[in-house]
């Protein structure tokens, strides 16, 4: 198996401005350690009008944590009001962006071929994408998730190269497991992620499906972190609400070390 080091990204949503921003980043580089980061990749996505400011921060103060996006559009410019150019993330030195969110499918209508253009897009723009797949309560219950998250990754992968894919990320979030204090079963979230990866191995092949990190994330806690994380293949945790608390977050980063 592919020595996968373990990637925790902090998804803020729209929460927190630029000076909040500063001040969760500053508490989260007084608790996160040099040895956490020897064994976890943190990445941190606030929303665009801060990144700028957590950039600087990161740099000044030569902080570990990747810096990352929520979103972008597709296009390298034009006329697309309120949009945002992965170019302009990648001179931001941003280094990963999620993409395809279930809250940007649902709410902002993003179809799959959008995702698509877009991780094409950050791709090309040298950067990650985070690219997400989950299903809703009613395709669980109806035993289409399996099929669901099939297709919303090859859909998603289209048109990647085999060494590109190889070092994406893939987020597994099972919609009803969102910002609802409700998770996803250690047993479940594994056998989950390991069909995205079995996925993956069909499109590009067993190395790269081994190489490839897939985080699960809906409502990770510090006191549930553990429990999914050693599971073989979840490589790391997509983390909305127990993002916005240094402590909360800085626990899920150490979750080697709990209980
Ligand atoms: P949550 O959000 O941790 O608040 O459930 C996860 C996500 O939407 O990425």
């Known amino acids: 198996m592919a020595d996968r080091k373990p990637?925790?990204?902090?998804?803020?949503?729209?929460?927190?401005?630029?000076?909040?921003?500063?001040?969760?980043?500053?508490?989260?580089?007084y608790l996160v350690t040099e040895d956490d980061i020897d064994a976890v990749d943190v990445s941190l996505h606030p929303p665009f009008t801060d990144i700028r400011t957590v950039q600087t921060v990161l740099e000044a103060d030569r902080?570990?944590?990747?810096?990352?996006?929520?979103?972008?559009?597709?296009?390298?410019?034009?006329?697309?009001?309120?949009?945002?150019?992965?170019?302009?993330?990648?001179?931001?030195?941003?280094?990963?962006?999620?993409?395809?969110?279930?809250?940007?499918?649902?709410?902002?209508?993003?179809?799959?071929?959008?995702?698509?253009?877009?991780?094409l897009a950050i791709l090309g723009s040298n950067m990650v994408p985070i690219l997400c797949c989950g299903e809703t309560l009613a395709e669980r219950d109806a035993n289409q998730a399996v099929s669901k998250i099939d297709g919303q990754v090859r859909a998603g992968l289209t048109g990647v190269t085999a060494e590109q894919a190889a070092d994406m990320v893939i987020a597994y979030e099972p919609i009803w497991a969102i910002g609802t204090g409700r998770t996803a079963s250690a047993d479940d979230a594994q056998n989950m992620c390991a069909s995205v990866r079995a996925t993956v191995a069909d499109v590009f092949g067993a190395e790269v499906a081994d190489s490839v990190r897939i985080q699960y994330g809906g409502s990770v806690k510090p006191v549930n972190a553990k429990e999914l994380m050693i599971q073989p293949d979840i490589d790391g945790a997509l983390v909305g609400g127990a993002s916005l608390d240094a402590d909360s977050f800085a626990r899920i980063v150490q979750y080697r070390l709990a209980d």
């Open 63 to 119: 902080l570990p944590f990747h810096l990352g996006a929520q979103h972008c559009h597709f296009e390298a410019n034009g006329a697309f009001t309120g949009e945002i150019a992965p170019s302009m993330l990648a001179k931001l030195n941003v280094s990963y962006v999620i993409v395809g969110h279930s809250e940007r499918r649902e709410v902002f209508g993003e179809a799959d071929d959008m995702v698509n253009k877009k991780v």
């Open 7 to 29: 990637i925790i990204s902090g998804n803020w949503k729209m929460h927190l401005n630029h000076f909040e921003a500063l001040k969760l980043v500053q508490e989260l580089s």
